[in-house]
């Protein structure tokens, strides 16, 4: 789930009977796929919500390529805060086709998620999510795949964290970016039947 306070959560238990996570403080949490499959609806209440005891409550939608909107309901400051943000194409696609058990909160994505928040401009946050889920499908669709993923985890995840870490943010920027422009060059570029030979090329490299 994305953009959430975990410690708020990560001791309730689940109670079949209220159909939802309930906290020692009498705190719930309600997780609703969509009718679709295409995501979850999360509501956190810090009291029950029925009845009449005011609550305040937290509301998060987040679709499967992490796409998500928040809302923060204060009752005690009658106050209502709302935020959004999108995901990782890429960096997510990469880890999960990688890692046996993938986990959205793992060390690499919350390391890129929060230089992408602090450090890139819109700009290119805007041109990277109009490409980065085309390049996600068609390395999907390319017979040996994991290679190129391998490529990508290791010529742009590792050295990208191990940077941001070491808070060489321009290093770590400019990786990306360049990257993500082999990238566009391999998939987007270059017609169906040289996409493997360009390919080819640029890991060698």
Known sequence: MSNFDYDKIKDMEYDPNRK??????GSEFH??????????????YDKSPYGNAPHNSTH?????????TRTDNDRNNKTQEKSSG????????????MQENFEDDCNELMTLRWFRDNFVSKEDIIHYYDVAPTIVDIINSTPDNDKIYTWIYEHVVQPCVKAIKQKNYEFA?????????????CFLKALPEERKTTLLKKLKQ
């Open 31 to 44: 997780v609703t796929p969509y009718s679709n499959g295409n995501g979850y609806k999360y509501d956190y």
């Open 86 to 97: 999108t995901g990782c194409y890429l960096t997510t696609a990469c880890i999960s086709h």
């Open 60 to 68: 998060i939608k987040s679709d499967l390529n992490e796409n998500w």
């Open 173 to 185: 920027y400019h990786r990306y970016k360049n990257c993500m422009l082999i990238l566009e060059d």
């Open 20 to 25: 939802c996570y309930v906290g020692k403080d």
